[in-house]
């Protein structure tokens, strides 16, 4: 009996593809719930950042945050049930806030610490 399964991709959290700015990223577990079957996974449009900047230091370790010290948001998904894992990391672009998983949010703070390089908005289509 041959098995069967059903791989989806993940939703597309930019607004708009075209001019968006990546890096690649080191991104730590610290603070990371794991679910039910015991991964840690960090949602696409997670805000990450931390102390050290990626920009100055691409060996930074970032890590989840909704202050003032995020430095850009998720493009995917990222797992870091072994600990640390490579993400990709926008630091410029059109966030659609719609397109966020439910379990991510965008504080004030991370919008003020974006402000002129990420820009956040809510659109249906």
Same mark, same amino acid.
């Given at each position: 009996?041959?098995?069967?399964?059903? $791989?989806? %991709?993940?939703?597309?959290?930019?607004?708009?593809? =075209?001019?968006?700015?990546?890096?690649?990223?080191?991104?730590? @577990?610290?603070?990371? #719930? =794991? @679910?039910?079957?015991?991964?840690?996974? &960090?949602? %696409? !449009?997670? +805000?990450?950042?931390? @102390?050290?900047?990626?920009?100055?230091?691409?060996?930074?370790?970032?890590?989840?945050?909704? #202050?003032?010290? =995020?430095? !850009?948001?998720?493009?995917?998904?990222? #797992?870091?049930?072994?600990?640390?894992?490579?993400?990709?990391? &926008?630091?410029? !672009?059109?966030?659609?806030?719609?397109?966020? +998983?439910?379990?991510?949010? &965008?504080? #004030?703070?991370?919008?003020? =610490?974006?402000? !002129?390089?990420?820009? $956040?908005?809510?659109?249906?289509a």
């Amino acid at each position: 009996m041959a098995k069967i399964e059903t $791989f989806g %991709a993940t939703k597309q959290v930019l607004g708009f593809v =075209a001019n968006k700015v990546a890096l690649g990223v080191v991104l730590s @577990d610290e603070g990371v #719930d =794991a @679910d039910a079957l015991g991964r840690k996974v &960090i949602p %696409a !449009g997670t +805000p990450v950042g931390g @102390d050290a900047s990626t920009l100055a230091d691409e060996q930074a370790v970032l890590k989840v945050v909704a #202050d003032g010290t =995020a430095q !850009g948001v998720l493009e995917h998904e990222v #797992d870091v049930t072994a600990g640390q894992g490579n993400g990709t990391l &926008i630091i410029n !672009g059109y966030i659609n806030e719609n397109r966020l +998983p439910e379990n991510v949010t &965008i504080t #004030d703070e991370t919008k003020t =610490a974006l402000a !002129g390089r990420v820009v $956040f908005f809510k659109r249906n289509a």
